[in-house]
């Protein structure tokens, strides 16, 4: 089956670690994105990537980092430096060669951090 | 003003009625626009997208454009109690990014 897939879905940490947070899609997308998401609140931009080996900034990029060594993957690091990290984080994908470049998302990580 | 906004909610209707949801944008040369459904503590899931002005039907859901108005919207009909859900406005703008609305909270009551 084709998808995306996240991993782990709960996420638990202490304050001042770091952690990583797995995004891995077999659908041949070109582009990956991260988001984040605050209750009741919409979606939040953190990093994108178009193309293996490059990634941009999203809007709220600050203590994250992100790397995209292979096609299918783009792990997103939050690190100590994120001042509010609890959030549920969400990854998506897009064929940027056809359609709409429509974005399926995968079913996310919910991390909290105490 | 916000790039892309949705009416506030919640948004409540009675089983079988038509639900309609309206989002607005800012920038208008944007290119795409597309609703999710996101059921409470689960991610976004595609219902459809339009870029065409006019109306696009998909079984119960219709989206409607009008860019010129800057305005796009989403009608469900035979509104049923699984659509209960908050409802994702996104565009794609003219430079390219594609920009969530905060979303619309639907309840349909039974």
């Known amino acids: 089956d084709g998808g995306i897939t996240q991993s782990p879905k709960y996420l638990f940490r202490k304050e001042g670690q770091n952690v990583t947070l797995s995004c891995e899609q077999n659908l041949n997308h070109d582009a990956m994105y991260w988001y984040r998401q605050d209750p009741g609140q919409g979606l939040r931009l953190i990093y994108y990537?178009?193309?293996?080996?490059?990634?941009q900034k999203g809007d709220i990029a600050e203590g994250y980092s992100v790397s995209r060594e292979k096609k299918e993957s783009f792990p997103l690091t939050v690190t100590s430096a994120q001042k509010n990290p609890t959030a549920f984080y969400l990854c998506?994908?897009?064929?940027?060669?056809?359609?709409?470049?429509?974005?399926?998302f995968g079913p996310g990580t919910r991390l909290t951090v105490t | 003003q916000k790039e892309v906004e949705q009416n506030s909610g919640p948004l409540s209707v009675p089983e079988g009625a038509i639900a309609s949801l309206n989002c607005t944008y800012s920038?208008?040369?944007?290119?795409?626009f597309f609703w999710y459904r996101q059921y409470s503590g689960k991610s976004p899931e595609l219902i459809m997208f339009i870029y065409s002005n006019g109306d696009k039907e998909d079984g119960r859901f219709t989206a409607q454009l009008n860019k010129a108005s800057q305005y796009v919207s989403l009608l469900i009909r035979d509104s049923q109690p699984s659509d209960s859900a908050t409802y994702l406005c996104?565009?794609?703008?003219?430079?390219?990014?594609?920009?969530f609305g905060p979303g619309t909270s639907l309840s349909v009551i039974p």
């Open positions: 920038d208008r040369g944007s290119q795409s």
């Open positions: 998506a994908s897009t064929s940027l060669s056809e359609g709409a470049h429509e974005q399926y």
């Open positions: 990537s178009q193309i293996v080996n490059d990634f």
């Open positions: 996104a565009v794609k703008t003219s430079y390219d990014k594609v920009i």
